[in-house]
């Protein structure tokens, strides 16, 4: 027995310990050492690799995976996307001008309201716009991000405040949507168009950002999660937040950002990006660059190969969608990885494309991946396995739309699209690397209602709600697979992450329930025993 092995850290004994690793499928106990993993082995093993200062834990019968790992999200930017009211529950008008009226009260002289969260199934297919809601703000300047995180409702103070008249230009597929008469509805759509809004928008404190971002990754930490692919870096001073974070203590949660690439960036702006990806600290650090290539559905800036029951949709959020290519071969050629915000058929046809054009050499192929593929056609399903694409996509999105197609995303797009929505099982049977996540502040970030909707195509816990498109369901171990060793591959981590095996990183989760044959409405709400990240306990159940 190796000397390491007599003085492990840590060891976790009395679990079903699911390794994900084909050389030793399951185990009984594990030993950590120096944040890796030391040993893997059986009960028997245990007295072999304790020292006098390792800490043995129980896990009384719980089930020990790989870490879970959240595919895609936004921590950093969404504590301050997600501030205000949250509206989440609200389910139409009614509710929503009672919850925005409660608001308004309570605010102070010359304050504004901020909330999130808000379904476009509220408005019950009426136009987003203001008048709907100003009488209930008694005054107060507000900002309503929905849902999507693509779109706000500004009121009309809001909007003067902003100097926001009219309508816009942008370089880039975004706008300040108004009436026949030239007048801003205050449905603002894209990033660009919501930016006008920053200059006057009360924003948190950096010592509040910094507390409410340990308190979100705590919470993480609590709901089973090691570690979050970040699709975003809202600004460059998100490694200076995360380095004066580890410099004090550790990040309960191990995070990879992939700052974003917009229209417009030149070749200098392209080898800024380049060299970002330097950046790292003990537990986060650069790791790709995130595209997008078109915007939601909802909003009418999905990229599809026809116009949506609106007429919109035609159009790329890249005005030249060549230059979105040139960006990525620019990266691809440096080594870095890209990620792509494709919902519609049509962009996710061209980031397809956009890699095919990179010829045969498999290192530059397979380091990529499309983000939301909300609806795809069969003829692409198969090309992401022969070109290396890694599918990232979100289970807990389909609580947005409805089995009848009576939702607000079903009828932008018509009976035939929605009858291919999220086609999760399509694309693992194509032989596709799918990552799941929760793309929070859009759906909740915890990784069992992910794990569970990926099975059910319904919310866990709700049983009365029709699936929806469920032959797209994910068996147990697929599901673990899109949170594990596949989230590990489309990270180009699965030499280190991704499984139970010694040298591995020693991210590990246990959960009360085996979510690989446990039910998906229990494993939706099973008690989480233990979180590990690099070795260090971050959150510790009751048994």
């Known amino acids: 027995m190796p000397a390491a092995l007599t003085t492990a850290d840590t060891v976790l004994t009395g679990a079903r310990v699911r390794t994900l690793d084909p050389a030793r499928p399951t185990a009984g106990a594990v030993a950590v050492k120096d944040g890796r993993i030391a040993a893997v082995g059986e009960e028997r093993d245990v007295r072999d690799w304790r020292g006098a200062a390792t800490e043995v834990i129980d896990l009384a019968g719980a089930t020990l995976t790989p870490g879970l790992v959240d595919g895609h999200s936004h921590p950093v930017w969404g504590v301050e996307m997600a501030t205000g009211t949250d509206l989440s529950d609200c389910r139409d008008l009614a509710g929503l001008r009672s919850a925005l009226a409660a608001s308004a009260r309570a605010l102070g002289p010359g304050e504004w309201l901020t909330a999130w969260g808000l379904d476009h199934n509220v408005f019950a297919g009426h136009a987003v716009h203001r ?97 979050a692919h970040v699709m975003d870096m809202e600004n460059e001073d998100v490694p200076e937040l995360l380095a004066g974070i580890e410099a004090d203590s550790d990040l309960p949660v191990r995070l990879r950002l992939a700052p974003w690439c917009m229209p417009g960036i030149d070749a200098e702006g392209l080898d800024h990006l380049v060299a970002l990806q330097r950046l790292a600290g003990r537990h986060w650090r650069v790791g790709g660059v995130k595209f997008f290539m078109d915007g939601t559905v909802e909003g009418g800036t999905a990229w599809l190969e026809h116009p949506d029951c609106h007429g919109q949709g035609t159009d790329a959020f890249w005005p030249d969608p060549a230059a979105y290519t040139h960006a990525v071969h620019h990266l691809a050629r440096a080594g870095v990885r890209t990620a792509t915000h494709a919902i519609g058929d049509a962009a996710v046809r061209h980031v397809l494309d956009t890699v095919e054009l990179l010829g045969d050499d498999p290192a530059a192929r397979y380091r990529h991946r499309v983000e939301h593929i909300e609806t795809v056609p069969a003829d692409q399903l198969g090309r992401f396995a022969r070109l290396g694409v890694a599918a990232s996509m979100q289970p807990t999105h389909t609580a947005y739309t409805r089995a009848d197609h009576t939702d607000a995303w079903s009828l932008r797009v018509g009976e035939e699209r929605a009858g291919r929505a999220w086609r999760c099982r399509d694309l693992r049977d194509a032989g596709a690397v799918l990552v799941l996540g929760s793309d929070w502040p859009i759906a909740h970030h915890d ?97």
Not at 180 to 194: C, Q
Not at 469 to 498: F, I, K, R
């Open 447 to 543: 990784p069992r209602q992910v794990l569970a909707t990926a099975r059910l195509r319904r919310p866990a816990g709700e049983p009365g709600v029709a699936p929806v498109t469920p032959e797209q369901a994910l068996t147990g171990l697929m599901a673990l697979e899109g949170c594990t060793s596949h989230a590990a591959l489309a990270a180009g981590e699965e030499s280190e992450a991704g499984r139970i095996a010694p040298g591995f990183r020693a991210d590990l989760t246990a959960l009360a329930v085996d979510p690989v044959t446990a039910p998906g409405d229990e494993l939706g709400a099973a008690p989480v025993r233990l979180t590990m990240t690099g070795g260090r306990v971050t959150h510790r159940g009751v048994s």
């Open 131 to 227: 008048d709907l809601i100003e009488d209930a703000l008694d005054g107060a300047p507000a900002v309503i991000r929905l849902y999507d995180g693509h779109s706000a409702l500004a009121s009309g103070r809001a909007l003067a405040a902003a100097g926001i008249t009219g309508p816009r230009t942008f370089g880039q597929r975004a706008s300040v949507v108004c009436d026949a008469d030239g007048r801003p509805t205050g449905h603002l759509v894209e990033h660009a168009a919501m930016n006008l809004l920053m200059p006057v928008v009360p924003r948190p404190s950096a010592a509040d950002r910094r507390a409410r971002l340990l308190t979100l990754l705590s919470e993480m930490a609590a709901g089973g999660l090691t570690g």
